[in-house]
Each structure stands twice: as structure tokens, then as C-alpha cells.
């Protein structure tokens, strides 16, 4: 019994096993790779078979391989972005060459190879270009070659603000210093796919996923925009796809470094910012943009390496105008409080609270103060997270009696590493890892941070890592195996949460204070949830 079951389950194993490496034979995987097919024949037009094909990149030294088939047909798959000489050896021909021949991010290059008669030791030099139009795919898109992402200048030195220059694009900002928002070829904005390397970069949480981070402009080799008409292999997204490609390491070692600075001290003050005497304080702006990368071989022709990393220290800051109550109203004179028709603005006493002809009415304070003895003790502290007013009122009612500047502070860091190996001719292996860490948070204008309402503190990270072999086991099946992991955490929080704001205030505070624990049902203690504490972001420097 125990016999017939194991064989039961190791024939569905086989049999799965079976049909996945059918399907490897005639899918195409997702993938940024592009290729290179075409047909090869005789000066008479007649096809020629058993044709050996191999494309070498110039930059690595690193050949694939393939042989035509009886119809003539060559396939040269999975090729990283670069340029490749191409030659065809074939007994009774002579030898094709063909140098400097650019294959991009996720191209179908269709090249047809016409071989002359001779003896295999002579060269026929092909100097053409390569064609301008793809014809083997449908796929309507633009590219942007590396020269375009490496020379045109960007405000943040982000890659994907280069989909501005493909035809069908609305780009409306980046959200957060983070995450492009733009729409493609009339799609949502917020749902197009973003492939790096072959493997998905983008968040799958529920809802609309998109890209979790921008990679770096210096780790970047070039990348396509694909508005539509694109092929099954990809799916998933009606509004279009960003193909981007990270650079490997080559023959040689090389390497760059970069610093990018703005300061406010470069800066004119604003029209509306806050005055010291006769002075204008500017808002604080500290931006430095700064990183390097470095790649090369460990094994010449066979191992190479590349990392590249970008920090951003940003501190942008604003002037922020708010309507705050005065000395005299923080002790209950509400004697010169008015409207915007300078009309006073009664307080009524509750205390006086009755029912007059099914109405119910109130007196107010005399002269429109309230006592001392009758203000609430929790308002009395409250008033110590209220900054105070620092400017004349724009207008009869106190509106707009403060002005303060206030900073956005973003740091980022960018780590991206990649190693290619190649075991043989027929198997080839790369690995890559891209970690990003943006949290960002803001200061206030307020004496605490905890009263702030619109001073949120976001700690963001993202990582993801793909694996990706390509084995050749014959002319007419290849295995193009990849797997992608990626992880995340996005937490936005208050500064209140965890916060010490209540143990803080003075013993004998009208604050309440509550037991760590209480009783549950049936008298057992029930657990209270406790954030962790949240450190205060220092003061923008001046």
C-alpha cells in the first residue's frame, strides 16, 4: 500500500517535471534581455543549416552560442544589453563578422546573415547598422539608451522621471521623494509594471501595486518604456511597462563618484517668511545628493562584479502660518475676541443653562470673561502645546498671529550589487540585490512635537533580490530560470505614540493617568498594548 503510494506521488513529480520543461521550450520569460534571430543563406538565397552563430559582448567577453536549424533559423537568446560582435562559421562559406552590434533592454532584433562562398579562414566584415524598426515584435514603446540616462539632467538623479520622454506620458509628481506618479499611454496613473533585471519590482499589496523604489541613475544601463501591444510574456498591467536594466562589471575595472548640494544659504527668503526684527528668517534647505559606484572582473571573461551605492540628505523647509490663541484669551478674557465684522464673540456660561419657552438659553460671562476659579484645568495645559503668537493678526478676528518655519527631512540610502558568472558556453548565472531606505519625517513649529497634526513619521524599507540562470541544453530548448524576493515595511506613525507627553507634566497634572494593566473579563489581567518609544527628530539647523 505504502509502495503503490510513493509511486502514485513520484509519477505525478515526473509528470509535472514533464510538462514544465515543455513549456520552457516554447515560453519566453519575462525578462529584460533582449535577442538576437534571423535566417542565414547562400548567395543563391538558398537557407544553410548547421551554421554556427555566436554573439561575444565586447565589454565581457562572454559568447552565446547557436547553431541553425535545417530551415536556416538561428536563435540567440537571453542577451544582457550591450554591444556583441557577431559571427557565422559554416563549412564551405566564408567566415561573417559582424562588430559593434547594439542589443538593448528587452530588444527582438531581427538580423538575417547572407554567407559567401569561400574557405572558412577569410573574414567578410559587415560594418552596417543594425535595422531601425523591429520587425520581429509588435510591441509599440521607446527606448532610452545609457548615454541619455547617465548625461540628462535630473532634479533628484531618479531614473524613472526619464518616462517623461516617451510619447503617451502625463507625469504629474513623485510622491514622497519616492515613487513616480505618471500615467502611459492613457492608462491609470499608479498601474503600470516595473521590471528590473527580469524580476518585478514593484509591491503587490492589495490594492494598486507599484514600483516601491526608484533606482539610482548610476547603477542604471538603460531601460524601455512599453506603452502597449506588448507580449503575453509580461501581463499583469493595462497601463503600460517600465524595462529597466542595471549595469554589470566588464573586462575593466571602473568606477565614478558624485556630490550634488543645494543650501539655503544660496537662497532668497520667501515673501511669507517669519521676521526677527527687521530680518527675514529663510526655511532651512539642506540637499546633498552623493554616492559612487565600482565594477570590474574577478575572473576575466567569466566573473564579473558591480555595486554602486547613493545617499540623499534632504532637509526642505516651509513657512507655516497658523491662527493661535492669544495671551488674554489663554486667561479667559475674551473681551476683545470679534468676528470678522468686528463683532464680539459672546462666551456663555453653562452654568446658566435653563429652559425658556421650550427653548433653552444661556448667559454669558460677564464682560465676556471667564473666571479664573471656572477654567478647566486640562485647557490651563493644553495651552502649553500652542505656540505662542509671534505677529499682528491680518485682520479684526486675530486670524493668522503666527508664523514659523518648519522642515521636511528625507534621507535616503541606496544599495545596489550584482555578480555574473558563467559556468560554461551553455550555462550562465547572475545575481542581483537592490536595498533602498527612505524614512522620512518633519519638524514643527509647535513647542512639542506630539501636537503637531500634520507632522507624521514614516520609517520605509525595501529590498529585493532576483536569482536568474540560463542553460542551454540544446539549439532548440533553452531554461531560463528566475526567482525574484522582495520585502518591505512602510510605517507611518505619530510622535504621541509611545511617547512620555503624559508622564511628562507635573505631578498633580489634570492629566489622568492610567494603570499599565487592567482587569479583563472574569477577573484575569488583561494585557495593554504598548507602541515603542519614538525618538524626536532633531531641530533643523539654521
Not at 541613475?217 to 503575453?232: L, P, T
Not at 498671529?401 to 521636511?408: D, E, H, L, M, V
Not at 514614516?458 to 529590498?463: A, T
Request: net charge positive.
Amino acid at each position: 500500500m505504502a509502495t503503490s503510494l510513493a509511486g502514485k506521488r513520484l509519477g505525478r513529480a515526473a509528470l509535472f517535471l514533464c510538462a514544465a520543461v515543455l513549456m520552457i521550450g516554447v515560453a519566453e520569460a519575462q525578462t529584460s534581455l533582449g535577442r538576437i534571430s534571423g535566417r542565414i543563406v547562400d548567395p543563391a538565397g538558398a537557407v544553410v543549416p548547421a551554421v554556427e552563430v555566436v554573439a561575444a559582448n565586447e565589454q565581457t567577453g562572454v559568447a552565446v552560442r547557436a547553431v541553425s536549424n535545417d530551415a536556416g533559423i538561428y536563435v540567440l537568446s537571453f542577451l544582457q544589453p550591450g554591444r556583441y560582435t557577431l559571427t557565422a562559421s559554416g563549412r564551405g562559406f566564408k567566415r561573417y563578422e559582424r562588430r559593434g552590434l547594439a542589443v538593448e533592454t528587452a530588444e527582438v532584433l531581427a538580423l538575417d546573415i547572407a554567407l559567401e562562398l569561400g574557405n572558412v579562414t577569410e573574414v567578410v566584415e559587415v560594418t552596417a547598422e543594425a535595422p531601425l524598426l523591429e520587425s520581429a515584435s509588435a510591441t509599440v514603446g521607446q527606448f532610452v539608451d545609457s548615454r541619455v540616462v547617465s548625461e540628462m539632467p535630473l532634479s533628484g538623479r531618479r531614473v524613472l522621471e526619464l518616462a517623461r520622454l516617451a510619447g503617451g506620458v502625463v507625469f504629474v509628481n513623485y510622491s514622497n521623494f519616492a515613487k513616480p506618479n505618471f500615467s502611459l499611454a492613457g492608462g491609470r496613473v499608479q498601474n503600470q509594471m516595473f521590471w528590473l533585471d527580469g524580476g518585478n519590482i514593484q509591491n503587490m499589496r492589495l490594492g494598486v501595486g507599484q514600483v516601491d523604489t526608484d533606482p539610482s541613475v548610476e547603477v542604471i544601463q538603460e531601460f524601455r518604456v512599453v506603452q502597449n501591444a506588448y507580449a503575453a510574456e509580461y501581463g499583469g498591467s493595462a497601463g503600460g511597462l517600465l524595462i529597466s536594466t542595471t549595469k554589470s562589471g566588464t573586462n575593466h575595472l571602473h568606477g565614478s563618484g558624485f556630490e550634488y548640494f543645494r543650501n539655503d544659504r544660496l537662497d532668497a527668503a520667501g515673501f511669507f517668511a517669519p521676521t526677527e526684527g527687521t530680518r527675514k528668517l529663510k526655511a532651512p534647505l539642506r540637499y546633498h545628493l552623493f554616492g559612487g559606484t565600482l565594477g570590474g572582473p574577478i575572473i576575466r571573461d567569466r566573473t564579473h562584479f558591480f555595486a554602486g551605492y547613493e545617499g540623499t540628505r534632504r532637509t526642505e523647509g516651509s513657512t507655516q502660518i497658523l491662527t493661535v490663541p492669544t495671551a488674554r484669551q489663554g486667561q479667559g478674557d475674551f473681551s476683545q475676541t470679534l468676528d470678522a465684522r468686528s463683532r464680539l464673540i459672546p462666551i456663555y456660561d453653562p452654568s446658566t443653562t435653563r429652559g425658556v419657552g421650550g427653548q433653552t438659553v444661556r448667559e454669558p460671562f460677564a464682560g465676556n470673561v471667564i473666571p479664573a476659579s471656572r477654567l478647566d484645568p486640562v485647557a490651563r495645559q493644553l495651552l502649553d502645546f500652542w505656540p505662542p503668537a509671534n505677529r499682528p493678526p491680518v485682520n479684526v478676528s486675530g486670524a493668522q498671529n503666527f508664523s514659523g518655519n518648519r522642515a521636511q527631512k528625507f534621507t535616503r540610502d541606496n544599495v545596489t550589487t550584482r555578480m555574473d558568472h558563467v559556468f560554461s558556453d551553455r550555462n550562465r548565472f547572475y545575481f542581483r540585490l537592490l536595498y533602498n531606505r527612505d524614512p522620512q519625517f518633519r519638524t514643527s513649529v509647535y513647542p512639542r512635537l506630539e501636537a503637531d497634526p500634520n507632522a507624521p513619521i514614516q520609517d520605509r524599507w525595501q529590498r529585493t533580490m532576483l536569482f536568474a540562470d540560463t542553460h542551454s541544453f540544446s539549439g532548440s530548448l533553452v531554461m531560463d530560470a528566475r526567482y525574484s524576493y522582495g520585502s518591505r515595511i512602510n510605517h507611518s506613525k505619530r510622535a504621541g505614540l509611545g511617547s512620555q507627553v503624559i508622564a511628562d507634566r507635573p505631578q498633580g497634572s489634570a492629566f489622568r493617568r492610567f494603570p499599565r494593566h487592567q482587569r479583563g473579563r472574569g477577573g484575569r489581567p488583561r494585557r495593554q498594548l504598548r507602541a515603542p518609544a519614538i525618538p524626536h527628530p532633531p531641530a533643523p539647523d539654521r
